[in-house]
C-alpha cells in the first residue's frame, strides 16, 4: 500500500490529513533533545537520486510508489537455545520484491535520509524552531522504520549465505551476527540507481564478511594451544605442536593469570579455567559452554562472548611476549 507523507519545508509538520500546516503546539522536552542529538551526529549519509530535488519528489516517491508486501519474521528466532533448525526456514520466509517494489523502498529510504541530512545542513541548534524539529524527526523515524523494513524483506539472505560457508567449522550464531551486520551495511550503501539486484550486492557482502571472520578464527586459532572446536563446542588438545612448545606457552599464560598481568575480569578468569584447564592431565573432559552456563548462572551465547572476550585479551598479551605469530597456522 502507499505510504502517505506530506511534503515537509524547513519550518512545518505533518498533519493526519497528510497536508502541511504550521506547528502551533510545542515539542516535548525528550522529543526536542532527541532533535538536537540529532544535529549533533555525522551528516546523515544517503545514496543519491535525481527525484529527490524536484518539487514533488514526496509524491513521486511515496504516494504514486506501487503497493508493497508485508515482510513476515515470524518464523525468525534468533534465540540459540531455540529447538528448531534455523539452517531451514520455511518456505514463508521468501517474502520477495519485484524490481519496481526494491527500488521504491530504496528511493523512499535514501529520500528520508537526504530530507535529514538537509535539515542537519540548515538547522541552528540554537534558533530551530518545534516545527523544523518536528520535520527532522519525521524523517529520521521515517528512514528508520524503511531501513528495518528493507532488513525483514531480506533477512532470509543470511541464512542462505551462512549455509555456504557451513563447511569452515564457524559457529552458526556467530555466522548469524556477522551475516546481519553485513546485511545491515548493504542496506546503507546500495545505489538503487544503478539498476542492479540488492540481493546479489547483499550476498557478496555478507560472503566477504564470512571470509573476514574465518581468517580472524584461523588466527585465533593459531595463537592458541588449546584450540576451540565450534563443531564439539568444547577444547581440543593440538598434538600436532610439539609437547615443548606447548608447555612454553601454557606456562607463560598460567604465569599472566596468577600475577593478574593479564587484565581479565573475574567472571572471565572463571570461564577461562572452566573451558581451557592448563593441567597436564586432561583426562576428565572439560565442560562445554552450555555446562559452564549452568554452573554460573549465564546462557550459552553470555559464556561463549564472555570467553571471546578473554581470549582477545590473552591473545594481545601472548602477542607482546613472543612476536606476532607465536604459533604455526593450523592446516586442518
Sequence with gaps: M??????????????????????SRRLGRDQRRKALAILGEALMDYMDHPTFREADAVRRLFDDCPPLPTPNCDWYHPGLDAEFDLRQPPASANTL?????????????????????RCQKKLDPESM??????????????????RDRIVEFNLALVLAMARHVSAAKLDFAELLSEGNMALLRSVD????????????????AILKAYSRLSVKRARTRSLFPASFDPALEQPTPDSARPKQEIGEYTAELRRALDSNEVPLTQLERRVIECRFPMEDDR??????????????????????????????????HIESKFGETPFEPRQD
Design 129 to 146: 524552531t518545534d516545527g523544523e524539529a518536528a520535520a527532522l524527526l519525521f524523517w529520521f523515524d521515517e528512514s528508520t522504520r524503511l
Design 189 to 204: 550503501k546500495f545505489d538503487v540507481g544503478r539498476n542492479f539486484k540488492f540481493s546479489t550486492y547483499a550476498c557478496r
Design 97 to 117: 520484491l519485484n524490481g519496481a517494489q526494491e527500488k521504491a523502498i530504496f528511493l523512499q529510504f535514501n529520500y528520508a535520509r537526504f530530507r535529514v541530512a
Design 2 to 23: 502507499a505510504h502517505k507523507s506530506p511534503t515537509l519545508t524547513m519550518d512545518v509538520m505533518p498533519t493526519s490529513a497528510g497536508h502541511l500546516s504550521r506547528s
Design 283 to 316: 583426562a576428565n573432559q572439560p565442560p562445554t559452554l552450555q555446562e559452564v552456563g549452568r554452573m554460573i548462572g549465564y546462557s550459552k551465547e553470555r559464556i561463549r562472548q564472555i570467553q571471546r572476550q578473554a581470549l582477545e585479551k590473552l591473545r594481545e
